[in-house]
């Protein structure tokens, strides 16, 4: 088979079971084949003990499952499967560490996202019905924005955590699992050209969008994002020393960088719809040091792990599909129900509307991965050995296979950080407080647009 630009792939199975699946409280018949359709519960701990001697996020197939297209879906379809493979988000999924403690279970999205991720990566090999719980707030049988969605979902994944559980008030506005992964800050300093006095601000943001009308590549994108912006005339600055408005210059760099990196090329108009459809170069390794605010230091390296595409004239029509890095480095096309094999060189020629990093030394290749960061294979021995013998957790008569069972899933983020903790340095990530939630029919504004006021 020929791709887009000519490079041969293979499909990822040439068999794809066309197995639906249910999204959790939905009154759908339950098919026949009973392992199929286990709960969440029982889905992770099948992931989990098929690997529990590394502890890694190894999926069975390496990429998650096709999703069904139930009419102008696309858009949400390609959303979901640029965050089931974001490895952070879907290793603390995996780990139930959410379900178990929370009290709203009913309404979450974070247990509607973990129940997907999990379905997910259990069933490789099928087609999955996109949940109707993370999709019934938004998608009114419509096209959308893909982005507008994704943003959305994470907004609402942000408040899920911020609800609390049964065991605790929950994280605060600054900590949630959400912002530890995808926020970052952004400073904004003006300075006077007259008294050279300054003003800085910081502001948070999940994602960076880029103005692309004249960049050739993401770096030259980068560069104009953070190149000095004249403020004179009707746009002077109004300076607090000077009692005037004066001219004046304004910078933006990036204060504090996260773990994953959203960057957003403005491919539509936000009057017209147009579409800006012109190819931008994209690495597969991005290093952010030169964007920071504090230059210094050494390479910020980011590595490409999901691309997110838009095909279509403008805004309003078109299709949007994805492609994802797998745990093995091997690229694939998602697009709905469609799974492919592609090549990284295919990959890098789409014309991208949305960009994901990761930064790097989440994925040391000399670590075992663990939920939001790596862990050494001496410290997994340690956390294996302290769960097996921990007997609390089960009834004295429960079956040795229900025992191995429920040891694989207690694998909890709080205990891996705890590990993780005796040998790292203080974290690079210092988040501000996040952005009030928007009412459910609105969209997460929370993103950068090209310069920030």
């Known amino acids: 088979m020929v791709g887009l630009h000519g490079s041969s792939i293979d499909t990822v199975d040439p068999e794809v079971s ?30 989990a003990t098929r690997n529990k001697h590394s502890v890694s996020w190894e999926r069975p197939e390496g990429v998650g499952a096709g999703l069904l297209n139930t009419g102008n879906t696309c858009y949400l379809n390609a959303a979901l499967q640029c965050l089931t493979h974001t490895p952070p988000l879907a290793d603390y999924m995996l780990s139930q560490e959410h379900s178990r403690s929370c009290c709203h279970q009913e309404d979450c999205t974070m247990c509607a996202m973990e129940s997907h991720v999990t379905q997910s990566l259990l069933h490789s090999r099928d087609v999955m019905q996109p949940p109707k719980k993370l999709t019934a707030t938004f998608h009114k049988d419509k096209q959308e924005d893909a982005h507008e969605f994704l943003m959305f979902t994470l907004n ?51 994602d960076i969008s880029l103005d692309i009308n004249t960049a050739q590549s993401v770096n030259q994108a980068l560069e104009d994002f953070v190149k000095p912006e004249e403020l004179c005339g009707e746009n002077a600055y109004h300076c607090d020393h000077c009692q005037d408005k004066m001219p004046a210059s304004k910078t933006l760099a990036i204060e504090t960088a996260s773990k994953v990196v959203l960057l957003v090329l403005n491919r539509f108009s936000d009057f017209t719809g147009g579409k800006v459809d012109r190819h931008v170069n994209y690495p597969e390794s991005l290093d952010l040091r030169p964007y920071m605010s504090q230059p210094e230091g050494g390479p910020l390296v980011y590595a490409l792990y ?18 994802v890095r797998a745990d093995s480095g091997k690229w694939y096309k998602m697009d709905d129900s469609k799974v492919e094999r592609w090549d990284v060189t295919s990959v890098l020629s789409e014309p991208a509307y ?6 790097e030394t989440e994925l040391n290749k000399d670590s075992v991965k663990g939920p939001v960061g790596t862990v050494n294979k001496a410290q997994v021995g340690q956390w294996q050995n302290r769960k097996l013998n921990r007997g609390s957790w089960v009834g004295a008569a429960e079956p040795r296979r229900h025992v191995e069972n429920r040891v694989a899933i207690e694998s909890s983020l709080h205990e891996w950080k705890v590990l993780q903790e005796q040998n790292r340095h203080n974290p690079v990530l210092n988040l501000r407080r996040a952005e009030p939630t928007l009412p459910a029919n609105a969209v997460s504004a929370i993103c950068i647009v090209n310069k920030l006021a």
Do not use: W
């Open 18 to 47: 066309l197995c639906f699946y249910p999204s959790a409280g939905s009154n759908e018949s339950t098919p026949a084949t009973p392992d199929l359709y286990q709960d969440e519960t029982q889905a992770a701990a099948k992931l």
């Open 156 to 206: 609402a994944m942000h408040e899920s955590c911020l609800r609390g559980s049964k065991h605790s008030e929950g994280p605060s506005e600054d900590s949630s699992l959400i912002h530890e992964i995808f926020g970052g800050s952004c400073r904004s300093q003006i300075k006077c050209l007259s008294c050279q006095g300054t003003s800085d601000s910081v502001n948070p943001f999940l």
């Open 306 to 323: 999901a691309v997110m595409v838009h095909a279509g004239v403008t805004c309003h029509c078109g299709h949007y599909f994805c492609y």
């Open 354 to 359: 949305v960009l994901f990093y990761i930064r």
